[in-house]
């Protein structure tokens, strides 16, 4: 969908990555390492965040301290990219500064600030690889 318009065509590889995971456990592509970009990495590792700040059906939502500990267990795991997850450790309660914000209440509360670092982080790597 994101290839059919020419505006939003250069987001539709970061979008398709987004799952791909370092150690290849992701998917669609079982992508790895270097294979993964930089954009998709700091998605990936803002979409976990998000999505572990949400209630699921099979599980309440994770508190931003619980969500940053699991994100931190997956960089350590190979999972994610330490770069894309950054922590503030003066501070367990702040949101990952790879965590975006969608709006909702729980993603708010904890995320307020992030997004904008997400952003500028996503800048900066566009500068870098034009």
């Known amino acids: 969908m994101l290839r059919q318009s020419e505006a939003l065509a250069p987001l539709a590889a970061i979008a398709v990555q987004h799952r791909e995971?370092?150690?290849?456990?992701?998917?669609?592509?079982?992508?790895?390492g270097a294979g993964i970009s930089r954009e998709?990495?700091?998605?990936?590792?803002?979409?976990a965040y998000q999505a572990m700040r949400e209630p699921r059906p099979h599980r309440p939502e994770l508190s931003a301290e619980e969500a940053a500990g699991e994100l931190r267990a997956d960089v350590r795991a190979g999972r994610h990219d330490a770069d894309a997850v950054a922590s503030?450790?003066?501070?367990?309660?702040?949101?990952?500064?790879?965590?975006?914000?969608?709006?909702?209440?729980?993603?708010?509360?904890?995320?307020?600030?992030?997004?904008?670092?997400?952003?500028?982080?996503?800048?900066?790597?566009?500068?870098?690889?034009?």
């Open 40 to 47: 998709a990495r700091i998605l990936a590792a803002a979409d």
């Open 88 to 130: 503030d450790s003066a501070n367990p309660n702040r949101a990952p500064a790879s965590a975006a914000s969608s709006g909702s209440p729980a993603s708010t509360r904890a995320s307020a600030g992030s997004a904008s670092i997400t952003a500028s982080k996503l800048r900066r790597c566009r500068e870098r690889d034009p």
């Open 21 to 32: 995971r370092l150690d290849g456990s992701g998917y669609p592509r079982g992508l790895s």
